[in-house]
Structures are given as structure tokens and as C-alpha cells.
T-cell receptor, first 114, second 114 residues
Framework: ETGVTQSPTHLIKTRGQQVTLRCSSQ?????VSWYQQALGQGPQFIFQ???????GRGNFPPRFSGLQFPNYSSELNVNALELDDSALYLC?????????????FGDGTRLSIL | AQSVTQPDIHITVSEGASLELRCNYS??????LFWYVQSPGQGLQLLLK??????LVQGIKGFEAEFKRSQSSFNLRKPSVHWSDAAEYFC????????????FGKGTLLTVNP
């Protein structure tokens, strides 16, 4: 069983640029959630995708957007990057959107904004 | 809004000693509660979860946690810590329903002395 994989592992961008992060969900999982983890903080929920539709969003501006593909893989796009966007971005997949289905996390993408 | 407080930022214990990590939550109803562990440079691994029923739940790696409604707490315990347990531990809550998103505490960093 293949776990959740994220790419790239590390990324360096400058302010104002745009970035795309990718996530392959665990085999059979149809739900993907994205989290931002700033240094020294717990992860914060960005949004969730279920069967290619957004299913809930946290307190993040519209420049954070996402996609989910028919194979359930997902992308997180961030436009007009700001210094505060520097963080570890975590993707988690699950079988369905109910809480009794545990979320399985990838190792994350470390994004640094210069 | 739901929230999670982990009062201890950093805890140091000796190998073989017992461990208790504290977690308090704020939520109107009975939440779904989770403990995750994060090793350096890695994603989050689920240790255990509580949904309902027996208030003492067993998890992986010899961890257990007890839900106490009267204290709004969900503390994580281990009778004898191993050096490999050194990591950051996150408590999380979910309100349930179809919009499944985890709200995390800020984490507790565990150091294990030989």
C-alpha cells in the first residue's frame, strides 16, 4: 500500500511569485486535506477536497487555491507569495470525509520565501 | 470555535521514566480527539483517537490517552519512555460531521535523556 507522497520536498521562492505543491493520496483514499504548519506551531487547516470538489475551507485568503484530480491526487496553489507563507505544507488523505476515517499525512513540502 | 491547548511547550524525561503530555480542548459537545507524533523532517503519524465509549484508549507504540469530560482534557501517557519516543506531539480535535477538519494544538516537544 503506497502512502501519501508530496512533491517537491523543499522549495525556495521570492515574494510575489506563485507556487504549486503536489500530493498523491494513499491508494483508495478519495479525500485530501491541506494544512500549513509554521515554525513552532501546530498545523492549520487550509481546505479539503472530496471527489474533486472543495469541501470546507479554513481561514486562508483566496490566493490559496486547490484542485483535486479524478485519480484523487491534489494540488495546492499559492499566488502572490508573502514572507509569512514560509512553512511546512502538509497533505493528508482519508477514505471519506467523516471523522471516523483517520487522516494519513505525507512528509510535507518545506516552502521558504525570500 | 473549537480550540486545543497544550500547556507544555517542551518536556524532558529520562529513558525508562513515565510520561504524561497534557491536552485541553474547548468545544461545546463531545469532540473527536486525536494524538499525533511528528519526528523531525517528517509528517504526522496518528498515535490514537477517541470518538466515544471507553474513555481510556490504547494506541500504537505503547501510548494511551484518557478522555475526561469534566476537565475537558485528553492527556497522553506512556509508562516507560524509550529514546526513540523523542519527537513533537500534537493533540487535535475535530467537531465531526461532513466537514472533517482537524484543529491542532501548538505541540509539545519531548526530549529523552539517556
Amino acid at each position: 500500500e503506497t502512502g501519501v507522497t508530496q512533491s517537491p520536498t523543499h522549495l525556495i521562492k521570492t515574494r510575489g511569485q506563485q507556487v504549486t505543491l503536489r500530493c498523491s493520496s494513499q491508494s483508495g483514499h478519495n479525500t485530501v486535506s491541506w494544512y500549513q504548519q509554521a515554525l513552532g506551531q501546530g498545523p492549520q487547516f487550509i481546505f479539503q477536497y472530496y471527489r474533486e470538489e472543495e469541501n470546507g475551507r479554513g481561514n486562508f485568503p483566496p490566493r490559496f487555491s486547490g484542485l483535486q484530480f479524478p485519480n484523487y491526487s491534489s494540488e495546492l496553489n499559492v499566488n502572490a507569495l508573502e514572507l509569512d507563507d514560509s512553512a511546512l505544507y502538509l497533505c493528508a488523505s482519508s477514505l471519506g470525509t467523516e471523522s471516523n476515517q483517520p487522516q494519513h499525512f505525507g512528509d510535507g513540502t518545506r516552502l521558504s520565501i525570500l | 470555535a473549537q480550540s486545543v491547548t497544550q500547556p507544555d511547550i517542551h518536556i524532558t524525561v529520562s529513558e525508562g521514566a513515565s510520561l504524561e503530555l497534557r491536552c485541553n480542548y474547548s468545544y461545546g459537545a463531545t469532540p473527536y480527539l486525536f494524538w499525533y507524533v511528528q519526528s523531525p523532517g517528517q509528517g504526522l503519524q496518528l498515535l490514537l483517537k477517541y470518538f466515544s465509549g471507553d474513555t481510556l484508549v490504547q494506541g500504537i507504540k505503547g501510548f494511551e490517552a484518557e478522555f475526561k469530560r469534566s476537565q475537558s482534557s485528553f492527556n497522553l501517557r506512556k509508562p516507560s519512555v524509550h529514546w526513540s519516543d523523542a519527537a513533537e506531539y500534537f493533540c487535535a480535535v475535530d467537531s465531526g460531521g461532513s466537514n472533517y477538519k482537524l484543529t491542532f494544538g501548538k505541540g509539545t516537544l519531548l526530549t529523552v535523556n539517556p
